[in-house]
């Protein structure tokens, strides 16, 4: 079974750092598209940031030169390091690979998501 797991969500006042981690199971995860989302409590989905085959990433324009995305080949995991938090980060982060049409909140574009990692970040 193909499958998903964030981690390293959890508090953090404005200012300070956190990294989630989106480790893969079943497939390669660093052979393949994927994306980072987030949801803030009554919002809708944002994307944050995507990593393709080829090309550089993508990230929002609310969190561009503070959130770096990157590959552990070894681990078979993606990692988000999110600097210079601020409260509106605030959140819950889920990541997306492959291609496909599972229905989820934030987008039905992707086959695999997993199951959320909250980040809160205080003032």
């Known amino acids: 079974e193909r499958r998903l797991l964030e981690s390293g969500g959890g508090s953090a006042q404005a200012g300070g750092s956190l990294r989630l981690s989106c480790a893969a199971s079943?497939?390669?995860?660093?052979?393949?598209?994927m994306a980072w989302y987030r949801q803030a409590p009554g919002n809708e989905c944002e994307l944050v940031s995507t990593?393709?085959?080829?090309?550089?990433?993508y990230y929002a324009a609310t969190v561009a030169g503070r959130f770096t995305i990157s590959r552990d080949r070894a681990r078979n995991t993606v990692f988000l390091q999110m600097n210079t938090l601020k409260p509106e980060d605030t959140a819950t982060y889920y990541c997306?690979?492959?291609?496909?049409?599972?229905?989820?909140?934030?987008?039905?574009?992707?086959?695999?998501w997993g199951q959320g990692t909250q980040v809160s970040v205080s003032a």
């Open positions: 079943g497939f390669t995860l660093v052979d393949t598209v």
């Open positions: 997306a690979a492959e291609r496909g049409r599972t229905p989820h909140p934030c987008a039905h574009s992707w086959d695999i």
């Open positions: 990593f393709l085959l080829s090309g550089s990433p």
